[in-house]
C-alpha cells in the first residue's frame, strides 16, 4: 500500500481515537537530559525493542504508544539499523521519519595529504565517537586486520574527509581510505606515460609520496616529478630530503644535520640510489598523477624560493646560482 494512503489511514484510526492522538504525534517530545540523545539500533531489532531503546536512550515517553505509532504508519518493517541522534524538539513523528529514512547520526574525519601513519593513527584516536577498535594494535597487526599482511603501511591510505556514524570502528574506516587509496593508485597507473621508468604501482605509489612532500605549490608537482624521473633515468640518487627524515624517524629534532645525509639508512636517497623501499607518506589525486604523467623538462635539480614555489634547474652550475639567490640571499 503507498505510503499516502497509510497516514491517510493512519489518520482515520487516530480521528476515530480523538484529536489528542494527532495532537501527541505533533507534540515535542520530553527528554530527560540535555539533546542530543544517543540511539543505537541494532540490526534486527523489532519495532517494540526500537520503541523501548527509545526511552531507554532518556525520552519521557510510553514505549507501548510510541511502539504503535510505528506499527499504525505501516513503516516498522522499514525502521533502519544505525546510530542516531535525538535532538530537543524532536516529535513521534519527526522521530520515526529519521528512523525510516536512515539519518545517522555523522561525524566526519579528514586524512591530510602528506601524513604519515603516525599522524594517521594520532588523528583517529582523537576522532569523536569513533571506536577505537585498532588502538592498541602494532602497525603490523593493523595492516593483517585490514587484509594486507606483511604490507608496509605508509601511504596506504588515501587522503580524504570521510564520514561515519556514530560508534562505528576506526578499522572500518580505515579500510574505506584503503579501498580508495587502490582505487586512485590503479587510475592513475593506468594513465602513465609510455616511456615511464617505474615498474610498478608500489613505485609509483613511493614516488608520488615524496612528490607529495618536496612539493609545497600544487602547479610545481608536475616539475617536480620531472626531475626525480630524470634522476632515475639517468641512475642519479634523488637526492630528497623527506626521505632522509622519514628514515630518521623520533631522531628528527627539526633541522637535518650534515652527518644526517652522510649516514646511511633505507631511507637515504643522497647515499642510495633509486626509490625508497616504501613510501613515505599519504599522496594525494594530483601527485599520483604527477607521478606517473611527469612534465616533460631536462631539469635535474630545483630549490625553494621561499614562497612554496621552487626554481627549477637542467646543470649543477644553474642549481648553484639558484641555492646563493634564494637559500644564501647573495
Given amino acids: 500500500m503507498p505510503v499516502r494512503r497509510l497516514v491517510v489511514l493512519l489518520l482515520l484510526v487516530l480521528a476515530s481515537l480523538g484529536a489528542g492522538a494527532y495532537l501527541w504525534l505533533q507534540q515535542p517530545l520530553e527528554l530527560v537530559a540535555e539533546s542530543p540523545l544517543d540511539l543505537s539500533i541494532e540490526p534486527g531489532t523489532s519495532a517494540r525493542a526500537v520503541a523501548q531503546s527509545v526511552r531507554d536512550a532518556g525520552v519521557k515517553v510510553n514505549p507501548t504508544a510510541l511502539y504503535w505509532w510505528f506499527r499504525l504508519s505501516g513503516q516498522a518493517r522499514q525502521i533502519k539499523a544505525g546510530s542516531y541522534e535525538i535532538e530537543s524538539g524532536s516529535t513521534p513523528w519527526r522521530l520515526l521519519e529519521k528512523l525510516v529514512h536512515g539519518d545517522e547520526a555523522l561525524r566526519s574525519l579528514t586524512l591530510v595529504e602528506g601524513w604519515n601513519i603516525r599522524q594517521v593513527r594520532e588523528a583517529l584516536a582523537k576522532a569523536e565517537s569513533l571506536k577505537p ?14 587484509g594486507m599482511p606483511g604490507t608496509h603501511p605508509e601511504g596506504r591510505f588515501f587522503p580524504d574527509t570521510y564520514t561515519y556514524a556514530k560508534g562505528s570502528s576506526d578499522l572500518a574506516l580505515l579500510k574505506r581510505a ?41 602547479s610545481d608537482r608536475a ?3 620531472g626531475v626525480f624521473v630524470n634522476r632515475l633515468r639517468l641512475g642519479m640518487p634523488l637526492q630528497t630530503d623527506p626521505t632522509v627524515i622519514y628514515g630518521l624517524g623520533a631522531r628528527y629534532d627539526g633541522r637535518l644535520h650534515r652527518r644526517d645525509l652522510q649516514t646511511d639508512t633505507a631511507y637515504n636517497t643522497y647515499t642510495r640510489s633509486g626509490l625508497p623501499p616504501t613510501p613515505i607518506a599519504m599522496p594525494g589525486k594530483a601527485s599520483l598523477l604527477a607521478a606517473v604523467l611527469p612534465a616533460p623538462t631536462k631539469a635535474l635539480y630545483f630549490v625553494s624560493r621561499g614562497d612554496g614555489s621552487s626554481q627549477f634547474s637542467a646543470t649543477l652550475e644553474e642549481h648553484n646560482r639558484a641555492v646563493n639567490k634564494y637559500l644564501r640571499g647573495q
Avoid: N
Fill in 133 to 146: 577498535a585498532t588502538k592498541d594494535l602494532t602497525d603490523e597487526a593493523l595492516m593483517t586486520a585490514l
Fill in 178 to 218: 584503503q579501498r580508495a587509496e587502490a582505487k586512485h593508485l590503479q587510475a592513475a597507473w593506468s594513465q602513465r606515460s609510455a616511456d615511464s621508468p617505474l615498474k610498478t604501482p608500489e613505485e609509483a605509489l613511493i614516488l608520488a609520496s615524496i612528490v607529495e612532500k618536496e612539493t609545497g605549490r600544487a
Fill in 223 to 225: 616539475q617536480v616529478a
